[in-house]
């Protein structure tokens, strides 16, 4: 019998459409946090990935992984757990960088993005007068989205600052870039990728595709 608060139509091709009115915000609720990811590889075997992982997060308890075909699906009991493994990365499974999304729970894993990732990149050549917020910031929109800067490195002027980017896997990443501050100040600085494994050195990327490596992308 269907509930009170529910709607049903018939379709023209014969199928039927049930909408549950306000009912449905219910079963909407969900006390669990969910992500998707995948390894930077060949997918591992489900049980020796499902077996580490969580001594990698160091979560002991509360973390369900499903195998979801080329994906991985984890659920989280906790948000703190679910935002340390987001954002406390990059991770590895046997030297394989693990790419990692949010997920809502509802729509299809297979559609959930996962070529964003979340590092520090060091960055060496600025002079003193330039180790400062609106220069970094200049700099790290140029590689990807900035999240935050070193703020104890950026206090005292350090030689090396460090930015929390967000980088988008799908590009060539460099190691060196030249940035015109000036019609007198151009500078060649140095990017170095902080815990990143399987970086082609002479393309920029993480992965090939079918055609193999471009190595001029770099030059």
Not at 9 to 38: E, I, P
Not at 88 to 95: K, V
Not at 154 to 172: A, G, Y
């Amino acid at each position: 019998m269907a509930n009170s608060s529910s709607c049903i139509t018939a379709g023209s091709n014969g199928s039927t459409r049930v909408s549950f009115g306000l009912a449905r915000s219910a079963a909407l609720q969900d006390d669990h946090w969910y992500m998707v990811g995948r390894l930077l590889g060949t997918k591992a075997r489900f049980p020796g990935f499902n077996g580490t992982i969580s001594s990698i997060w160091r979560i002991k308890s509360g973390l369900m992984i499903q195998d979801a075909g080329d994906r991985f699906l984890f659920q989280f009991e906790r948000e703190a757990d679910i935002n340390r493994a987001l954002h406390g990365g990059p991770w590895f499974y046997r030297n394989t960088m693990l790419m990692l999304g949010g997920y809502d729970g509802v729509g299809p894993v297979e559609a959930v993005p996962l070529w964003s990732l979340e590092t520090w990149v060091a960055m060496k050549g600025l002079p003193v007068g330039l180790r400062n917020k609106a220069a970094l910031t200049l700099i790290g929109s140029t590689i990807g989205q900035v999240i935050r800067l070193d703020q104890t490195a950026l206090r005292r002027r350090e030689e090396e600052q460090r930015i929390r980017m967000m980088l988008d896997t799908r590009r060539p990443i460099r190691s060196w870039m030249m940035f015109e501050f000036s019609s007198t100040v151009e500078l060649e600085i140095t990017l170095i990728y902080e815990k990143v494994k399987g970086l082609c050195r002479d393309c920029g990327l993480f992965e090939h595709d079918v055609m193999g490596c471009d190595g001029f992308l770099a030059k």
